[in-house]
DNA sequence: GATTTTTTTGCAACCGGTTGCAAAAAGTGT
DNA sequence: ACACTTTTTGCAACCGGTTGCAAAAAAATC
């Protein structure tokens, strides 16, 4: 069985103090003990139990990091990129999957069984409510993903997905298309809701050129594509802003099926540059959302939230870029 | 701050002990204690601390999910499934991501810092000498994925990946294909290996159909294509079995791309069935894997072994199944 | 009511660590 | 060698729970 301090106090001829000591940093303790100990624990095969220490430290290095969505592929990167950066860290990942309840107390209580040091809530969708129990249940939180405001409550990474919903909105004006829409997310969503507003207010600067939209019933695949095969009955536009990647593949499929050509008949334009938008068979034109530097920011943040927990909250907003690929035709020459 | 087991004896009036029985299952306490504890206990918003009744208890219920594969869009619904399944039994996941360093040594040592109940690993390239470390040191652990071997040195839990290419070669044969090929992933992953062996042997007892191999990188997008560009600079054979989905899809690009249409000219059957292969621009024929049942399987496994430490290993192996999509062309009536 | 049996309860020790503090040891200066 | 200062060390209490056991209380039996 496992090796306990105790049990290398014996080995050493020392006080558990003293064990204990020589593996606390910062702990005064002299070479010649430290040696001896280290001799012992090594014998041993001795480590600290991380959850018996944190009864007195406060900290397990746990952090809870709560999704709600295990569907968008974008959020196997988004793992990836967490786990790397909080492992870097010395931090561990405590996964939560939110996909089927989404009570804010019952999340919290969870959390506070292990005493995870803090709380990373990924999710575009999950609301500033959410986040803020954990805040007022005094455990850290970042919410990457989450909707910015002015006032935040609590911390915030994310992109301006207005200013997104903007850039598209100017991306397609610049292709000199004359009628244009956005195909968005569930219109409930947050994310869909500040893409739409963003599009829409550009738009509304340009008052020559028409301008629809509607919303597909999910972020996904199938969504986009049923959304687009109920438009392709009507009238449709010469170029579209779809809400995010995995929803201009449904489309850019409905599209391609009803013969149409892309970006020759129909533009699209999509949001986050997830890997597959480079993939050949894709090649999509997209706005890239950094997620990188939105992970690593959201880590560097908790991390920081641990050695100052009253740090007042702040909102990271990352730019965004448009990614020029195949879907839709270059900008004319002036 | 979090109320803990005292301040709930001291507003109840109680012992110490009469709280901690009321919140452990199957101790003794009376109707009317136990009313009394709650009520004050929810006054205080109180829940039991998960560490600390560990350190008695020599329970944490989390379990170690390690892996080192965020790259294969399949994982995002792997990493949904074990988190679904673990937390239905009120088992929690601590995340490892092992894409960078595969010690056995030091993955053994932080899964006991964090007292885990137990270990999955989830990877068909983490080594079966790798999970084995995890039992020689007494944490219970399954490999999801793993190779299946006559006398497992821990549970294992999966496909027969040798009879997958037996499947995929018969497939092909069934088809009247005369000319066929194994374009398999790393040639150096055991999951290639016995694919390879499968399809090989199955092969064999056709001497009159013309076999022929390669592999790619990586169980890639990009790997895939890549290699498939490299096979269409010779001669090509009618019909290929992809190691997995997203070599496939990769495979497809670039037969499409070279203007060969898929299947009259090429067919490509794959292995997987992740939920990208049914998406109508790909429609991939594949092998399907039964993730579910593997990932509810693996659960089941380790769940049992923490009732009972000293269960004989063994090994659970699904059958795949052929789903017939659009990528192969339809088996000729006899 | 008295006796016996069963259930409930609190005490105190335990789980595996950390840490304040006083005493001991080591280091420095004269 | 002695006085003073700094560092190191062990003790014992603490962190937030659980549990064996003996005593007390409740229930059952006659």
Redesign the pocket.
């Known amino acids: 069985m ?5 049990d290398v106090a014996i080995r050493a001829g ?8 020589t ?2 940093d910062g ?7 430290r040696k001896k100990v280290q001799k012992a624990a090594a014998e041993l095969g ?4 991380a959850l ?2 944190s ?3 406060g900290r397990t290095k746990m952090i809870g990091l709560i999704s709600n969505n295990f569907h968008n592929p974008i959020f196997l990167t988004v793992f990836d990129r967490f786990t790397r950066a909080l492992q870097e860290r010395g931090l561990r990942p405590l996964l939560v999957n939110l996909s089927d309840e989404t009570d804010p107390q019952s999340s919290v209580q969870m959390m506070r069984q292990y005493s995870v040091d803090g709380v990373i809530v990924a999710s575009s969708t999950l609301s500033p409510d959410f986040s803020k129990a954990f805040r007022d249940a005094g455990v850290p939180v970042v919410h990457t993903f989450g909707r910015h405001a002015t006032n935040p409550h609590v911390h915030v990474v994310g992109i301006d997905n207005v200013e997104c919903g903007r850039m598209a909105a100017r991306a397609l004006v610049a292709r000199g298309h004359r009628r244009v829409a956005f195909l968005g997310g569930p219109e409930a969503a947050t994310s869909t809701q500040d893409r739409y507003q963003g599009f829409m207010t550009e738009m509304a600067k340009h008052p020559k050129v028409k301008t629809t939209y509607s919303f597909a019933d999910d972020y996904s695949f199938e969504a986009g594509r049923a959304e687009m095969q109920r438009l392709l009955q009507g009238t449709m536009a010469e170029a579209y802003f779809c809400g995010d990647d995995v929803l201009s593949i449904g489309v850019l499929s409905a599209v391609r099926d009803a013969g149409l050509k892309v970006p020759e008949d129909i533009g699209i334009i999509g949001l986050n540059d997830m890997e597959m938008a480079g993939w050949a068979n894709i090649d999509l034109t997209t706005i890239r959302q950094p997620i990188g530097q939105i992970i690593n920011s959201s880590v560097e943040l908790i991390a920081a939230m641990l050695d100052d927990p009253g740090r007042y909250p702040e909102a990271r907003l990352f730019p965004c870029d448009v990614v020029e690929r195949g879907t839709l035709r270059p900008v004319p020459d002036p």
Chains 1, 2 share one sequence.
């Open positions: 496992a090796a306990t301090l105790k020392v006080s558990r103090s003293a064990v204990s000591r593996f606390t702990a005064s303790v002299s070479p010649k003990m001795y480590r600290p139990n018996a220490s009864l007195t430290t």
